[in-house]
């Protein structure tokens, strides 16, 4: 049975810094195609950044540069570093999977591409 569950989250001043992780259970990474989402107060869920199983990723504009993610596969551990983070950062992150998947590729922002859902960790960025 498939598991994500993310941890991590918190709240912290303009500027700053979080690690968010999901831990997957129930799969392999490395045959999955993962992605982090968000969803902010009032607005629709939106694509953060797609991880192949190769390792590969895209992210969305507005986080490249400050959002960094990576893999543990040997925890099978999908980690997503948060820096010099705005107020507009502020919503809840969701981790998401596609089974039997390789290489992400333009999709990854939709989220019909996932079959598998965390419950989210929330992110509070102060100005």
Known sequence: QVH???????SVQSGGSLRLSCAASGFTLRTACMAWFRQAPGKER??????????GTN???SVKGR???SQNNAENTLYLQLATLRPEDTA????AARKYCIRSASWWAEETQYNYW???TQVTVGS
Not at 4 to 10: D, P, Q, T
């Open 4 to 10: 994500l569950v993310e941890s991590g989250g918190g």
């Open 46 to 55: 939106e694509g953060v950044v797609g991880i192949g199983g190769d390792g």
């Open 59 to 61: 992210y969305a504009d």
């Open 67 to 69: 959002f960094t993610a």
């Open 92 to 95: 809840i992150y969701y981790c």
């Open 118 to 120: 965390g419950q989210g």
